[in-house]
């Protein structure tokens, strides 16, 4: 039987011990004055054969430790591959069409080893920011047919088999909406042996604001909506074309159908397209809260200022509004934003305005003076010949914006009487002609305003109403767009 080096060392340490003491014998029988010396001879043999047995024993631990440590660098380097594994193919599956809506959305279960999430709202791992509650927003979503007609609604595995005994599995995912980013952990295993990995992708939201949103339809009659934000949102249920779905942008070739469906194409005798935004047809719903509350201010009737209180939301209410001629509610926000809760219908005629202010020398936000109608039925606003509502968002979940104007009233460029944002029931104008079609649910009370453009003009700057936007879920479709960072990570 051939020995392992290891144990060859300790059998050479052994027989030079009992040649040692062979030796010290021999010596003894043929000398008696080497007696002196049996009491020194004798344990240094000894010694110099237990160092012998150590020096083996030393080597045969170092063998087998480095023989452990190769294997547990091969098991972690097969757990490592498994996640990789894993990170490769679950891209795979977020890249699929049908997965597409899962980029912007959270999966974050809770880790058992903290009791919280494994991530927080920042996709970092152990920032401080985890939380209590499971989160999972991939479990309810769904494909959007607004915008992706015919498609499957998402699937996604969590986990799966890697090589012949390695696993991955998909432990948590979160969306950061601030900086366009996602983080997701994967895990690798291979028998006893784990590894992480967290990689944080780009992701591409498109931006489409909804400057003008409808819970049913828009007939807007040739009248313009212009800015950068002036992008429309009907329900194409209520529309000229209810069987026409998705979004189209100026120049696009269904274009024209989606003019025709707000009765504003070819159909009902207009040449151009007034609208500088995206045109979407797509059911949303209005979630936003109202409350109303405030100090009670009669019935706005006559020229009067309203002003922020500062310290937070300044909130006045009345029962309805009916300015004329060159009556002016102007109010001041610089303090702080206003709300303006309004019961029942109102109207502005000839030059009477609602004006935002601020005094400090900054641009009035439109966020900061919101209009909102309260009442649930037969109350809209009416807006007549010049008259203007100046940078304001204008809340009517039950109720419609009828626009009866005959020209521009708004001391903004462009020709408007309605600067601002709308999210109503129906935005209605008035008929070019008595010819023309009439709207769904007419009820036969419109003027008729021949010739009349002017309409809404949404402002460039929207960042204050990002809470009012983040109640409503819009038809986006986020795109993956490439790898910011990648690490092995310990939980």
Same mark, same amino acid.
């Given at each position: 039987m051939v020995l392992p080096n290891s144990l060859k060392i300790v059998q050479r340490a052994f027989v030079s011990t009992l040649v040692a003491s062979s030796a010290f014998s021999v010596a003894d029988s043929q000398s008696r004055y080497q007696k002196a010396d049996q009491g020194f001879a004798l344990p240094l043999a000894i010694g110099l054969g237990l160092v012998m047995l150590t020096l083996g024993m030393t080597t045969i631990l170092v063998s087998q430790n480095s023989r452990s440590t190769a294997w547990q660098r091969k098991e972690s380097? /097969? @757990? !490592?591959a498994s996640a990789e594994g894993g990170f490769a193919r679950t891209l795979a599956q977020l890249m699929r069409p049908n997965n597409a809506v899962l980029l912007a959305r959270n999966y974050d279960p809770i880790n058992p080893k903290t009791g919280k999430t494994y991530f927080g709202p920042d996709g970092m791992l152990n920032s401080g920011d985890e939380e209590s509650a499971a989160i999972d927003e991939w479990g @309810? /979503? %769904?494909? =959007?047919?607004?915008? @992706?007609? &015919?498609i499957a609604p998402p699937n996604i595995s969590y986990s799966g088999a890697f090589g012949t005994s390695g696993q991955y599995t998909l432990k948590a995912y979160r969306y950061n909406q601030t900086q366009k980013t996602a983080s997701f952990l994967i895990e690798g295993t291979r028998d006893a042996s784990a590894s992480y990995i967290v990689t944080t992708l780009r992701v591409d939201t498109p931006e489409v604001f909804p400057g003008v949103l409808t819970s049913r339809s828009i007939y807007l009659q040739g009248r313009t909506v212009t800015g950068n934000n002036g992008n429309l949102f009907y329900n194409p249920g209520y529309s000229a074309s209810p069987t026409f779905t998705g979004g189209t942008s100026p120049g696009d070739s269904k274009r024209s159908q989606s003019l025709d469906a707000i009765w504003s194409g070819s159909t009902d005798g207009f040449s151009g397209d007034a609208v500088k935004g995206k045109i979407t047809a797509c059911p949303i719903a209005f979630t936003w809260p109202v409350t109303p509350q405030g100090t009670d201010l009669g019935v706005l009737n006559s020229s009067r200022t309203l002003t922020a209180a500062g310290g937070g939301i300044t909130y006045y209410q009345t029962p309805? *509004? !009916?300015?004329? &001629?060159?009556?002016?509610?102007t109010v001041d926000t610089t303090s702080g934003p206003v709300y303006l809760y309004v019961h029942w219908w109102s109207s502005l005629r000839g030059n009477s305005k609602i004006q935002n202010i601020r005094t400090d020398g900054q641009p009035p936000r439109v966020g900061d003076l919101r209009i *909102?109608?309260? /009442? *649930?039925d037969g109350a809209p606003l009416d807006l007549y010949d010049t008259s203007c509502i100046d940078t304001a968002f204008f809340y009517s979940p039950y109720l419609d914006l009828q626009i009866q104007t005959t020209g521009d009233g708004c001391p903004s460029p462009g020709n408007s009487n309605f600067d &601002?944002?709308?999210w109503v029931e129906d935005v209605v104008n008035a008929p070019s002609s008595s010819t023309t079609r009439p709207p769904s649910d007419y009820d036969g009370t419109l *003027? %008729? =305003?021949? &010739? /009349?453009t002017s309409g809404i003009a949404v402002p460039e700057d929207v960042s204050s109403l990002a809470d009012v936007l983040s109640t409503v879920e819009l038809p986006v479709k986020p795109k993956f767009r490439d790898v910011k960072t990648w690490q092995r990570v310990r939980l």
């Amino acid at each position: 039987m051939v020995l392992p080096n290891s144990l060859k060392i300790v059998q050479r340490a052994f027989v030079s011990t009992l040649v040692a003491s062979s030796a010290f014998s021999v010596a003894d029988s043929q000398s008696r004055y080497q007696k002196a010396d049996q009491g020194f001879a004798l344990p240094l043999a000894i010694g110099l054969g237990l160092v012998m047995l150590t020096l083996g024993m030393t080597t045969i631990l170092v063998s087998q430790n480095s023989r452990s440590t190769a294997w547990q660098r091969k098991e972690s380097g /097969a @757990s !490592q591959a498994s996640a990789e594994g894993g990170f490769a193919r679950t891209l795979a599956q977020l890249m699929r069409p049908n997965n597409a809506v899962l980029l912007a959305r959270n999966y974050d279960p809770i880790n058992p080893k903290t009791g919280k999430t494994y991530f927080g709202p920042d996709g970092m791992l152990n920032s401080g920011d985890e939380e209590s509650a499971a989160i999972d927003e991939w479990g @309810s /979503a %769904t494909t =959007t047919p607004c915008i @992706s007609p &015919g498609i499957a609604p998402p699937n996604i595995s969590y986990s799966g088999a890697f090589g012949t005994s390695g696993q991955y599995t998909l432990k948590a995912y979160r969306y950061n909406q601030t900086q366009k980013t996602a983080s997701f952990l994967i895990e690798g295993t291979r028998d006893a042996s784990a590894s992480y990995i967290v990689t944080t992708l780009r992701v591409d939201t498109p931006e489409v604001f909804p400057g003008v949103l409808t819970s049913r339809s828009i007939y807007l009659q040739g009248r313009t909506v212009t800015g950068n934000n002036g992008n429309l949102f009907y329900n194409p249920g209520y529309s000229a074309s209810p069987t026409f779905t998705g979004g189209t942008s100026p120049g696009d070739s269904k274009r024209s159908q989606s003019l025709d469906a707000i009765w504003s194409g070819s159909t009902d005798g207009f040449s151009g397209d007034a609208v500088k935004g995206k045109i979407t047809a797509c059911p949303i719903a209005f979630t936003w809260p109202v409350t109303p509350q405030g100090t009670d201010l009669g019935v706005l009737n006559s020229s009067r200022t309203l002003t922020a209180a500062g310290g937070g939301i300044t909130y006045y209410q009345t029962p309805e *509004i !009916q300015l004329t &001629g060159n009556d002016t509610v102007t109010v001041d926000t610089t303090s702080g934003p206003v709300y303006l809760y309004v019961h029942w219908w109102s109207s502005l005629r000839g030059n009477s305005k609602i004006q935002n202010i601020r005094t400090d020398g900054q641009p009035p936000r439109v966020g900061d003076l919101r209009i *909102i109608m309260t /009442a *649930i039925d037969g109350a809209p606003l009416d807006l007549y010949d010049t008259s203007c509502i100046d940078t304001a968002f204008f809340y009517s979940p039950y109720l419609d914006l009828q626009i009866q104007t005959t020209g521009d009233g708004c001391p903004s460029p462009g020709n408007s009487n309605f600067d &601002g944002v709308v999210w109503v029931e129906d935005v209605v104008n008035a008929p070019s002609s008595s010819t023309t079609r009439p709207p769904s649910d007419y009820d036969g009370t419109l *003027i %008729t =305003t021949t &010739g /009349a453009t002017s309409g809404i003009a949404v402002p460039e700057d929207v960042s204050s109403l990002a809470d009012v936007l983040s109640t409503v879920e819009l038809p986006v479709k986020p795109k993956f767009r490439d790898v910011k960072t990648w690490q092995r990570v310990r939980l």
